[in-house]
């Protein structure tokens, strides 16, 4: 029997990682695949020094941590290129391709990022090879002017963007100048804001796995996720699911989440490069069954695959389809077969009906346990003030009541 590790680096989530432990104890964690039987451990990482002449006794990583936190993130680079480490998310493109470059690369495959601005930091760096260079050569310039021809209301935010970090809506003239000033060192973009709109789709892509959500921003956590049965129209869902997919295989990321927003009968996705997407209990509720078993499924396949890192990206393919004279959507089309290609989407659907056959139905009896409600009442324990406890308890208890029913089959 082949043993493979397969590590969770995590911070300060439990709620996802305990359901991600249940779920590989209640399958016992043993897969066979083409008559190839493994033993797969689930076990969390620990930090510490290491050699960068020493192995890892890891097959594959699920990487939380590396986009705030240097050490793991070191020694996650070292591990892909010295170890043949699998890691969801890569974190050489995830470093490199920030928002912005995310914004770049998508634009030239002629997807509707709202018009977007790059602006020099209010503040710079407090020296004298800055104040001389910034004498000589930086232009003054007339940001109100930048925003008048963008039109308001604009959006202020951070470059490299997560998680609402510094985000501002601004209306006017005044509450531009006063987010600009209040960004001090920061490098931000100012972006056309798309209110009014008439829906915003979150996707979130685990390997080949897509899923749409509706989302409502303005809500509370709680409530963001909206239930619902259609997110929009099919065509306009597929081109959100392919969009996804897409950005996903082109910058090698396993494991994300793409907003756009869709308004006036046009897709705008607008926020891409989340590389550590928000898969919390609290947030996902009714799907975060379906999230979980996913990420189960798609490590599982890396492993029993053996499927090899994606440390590079390779564009060229994607812009000869940028260029060719083809419509948008034949584009798009074609760029989805490039993601098929690299995700190996066909195989990964006919290792979920054979090697994991049992995997929907495993999850459905997990989800019903006394296990699962335990994780539940902690995750609302831990997250809410103590007054909120029953009535967020009750609240999440009938959204997973309802998966479970819907889902009896
Ligand atoms: N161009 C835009 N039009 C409308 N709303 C926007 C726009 N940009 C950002 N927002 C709002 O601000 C939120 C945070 O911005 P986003 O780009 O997603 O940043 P982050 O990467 O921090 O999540 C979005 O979820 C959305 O509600
Ligand atoms: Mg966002």
């Known amino acids: 029997m082949n043993h493979k590790r397969l590590g969770l680096l995590l911070g300060d989530e439990e709620d996802w990682p305990r359901a991600f432990e249940g779920l590989a104890r209640w399958m016992g964690g043993k897969i066979v695949w083409q008559n190839k039987q493994s033993q797969v451990d689930v076990e969390r990482v620990r930090i510490h020094p290491f050699s960068l002449q020493h192995g890892t006794s890891y097959d594959l990583v699920i990487d939380r941590l590396a986009y705030w936190h240097f050490t793991p993130r070191e020694w996650l680079k070292k591990a892909a290129l010295m170890n043949d480490l699998y890691l969801l998310n890569n974190p050489f493109t995830f ?203 798609w490590s599982q396949f890396c492993l029993a695959t053996e499927r090899p890192m994606h440390v590079t990206m390779d564009i060229k393919p994607y812009y000869d389809i940028a260029d060719s004279d083809r419509s948008f959507k034949e584009k798009l089309r074609e760029y989805a077969k490039l993601a098929d290609q690299h995700l190996d989407t066909e195989r990964y659907w006919e290792f979920r009906h054979t090697a994991l056959s049992n995997l929907d139905e495993v999850m459905w009896h997990f989800t019903r346990s006394e296990e699962f409600d335990q994780i539940i009442v902690s995750t609302v324990q831990e997250l809410f003030p103590a007054h909120e406890h029953e009535q967020f308890i009750a609240h999440y208890r009938g959204l997973i009541a309802k998966w479970v029913e819907d889902n009896n089959r």
């Open 95 to 297: 470093q490199s391709m920030e928002k912005h470059s995310a914004y770049c690369a998508m634009m030239r495959l002629g997807f509707n990022v709202p018009e977007t601005w790059f602006l020099p930091p209010k503040v710079g760096p407090d020296n004298k090879k800055y104040s001389t260079t910034a004498a000589r050569y930086h232009d003054l310039f007339d940001l109100p002017e930048i925003a008048r021809n963008i039109g308001y209301p604009i959006f202020m935010k951070p470059f490299d963007g997560g998680g609402w970090r510094g985000v501002t809506k601004v209306d006017n003239e005044a509450e531009l100048m006063a987010a600009y000033h209040e960004s001090d060192t920061e490098l931000m973009h100012i972006q056309k804001g798309l209110d009014n709109f008439d829906v915003f789709v979150r996707c979130l892509g685990i390997g080949p796995d897509v899923r749409s959500f509706k989302y409502d921003p303005a809500q509370p956590q709680h409530l963001r996720y909206v239930l619902t049965d259609k997110v929009v129209d099919d065509e306009t869902n597929e081109e959100a699911l392919l969009t996804t997919k897409v950005i996903n295989a082109f910058f090698r990321w396993d494991f994300n989440s793409c907003e756009a927003i869709y308004k006036d009968g046009r897709l705008w996705p607008m926020d891409f490069a989340n590389a550590c997407p928000d898969i919390a209990l609290t947030s996902l509720h009714y799907y975060f069954p379906w999230a979980i078993s996913s990420l189960y499924a």
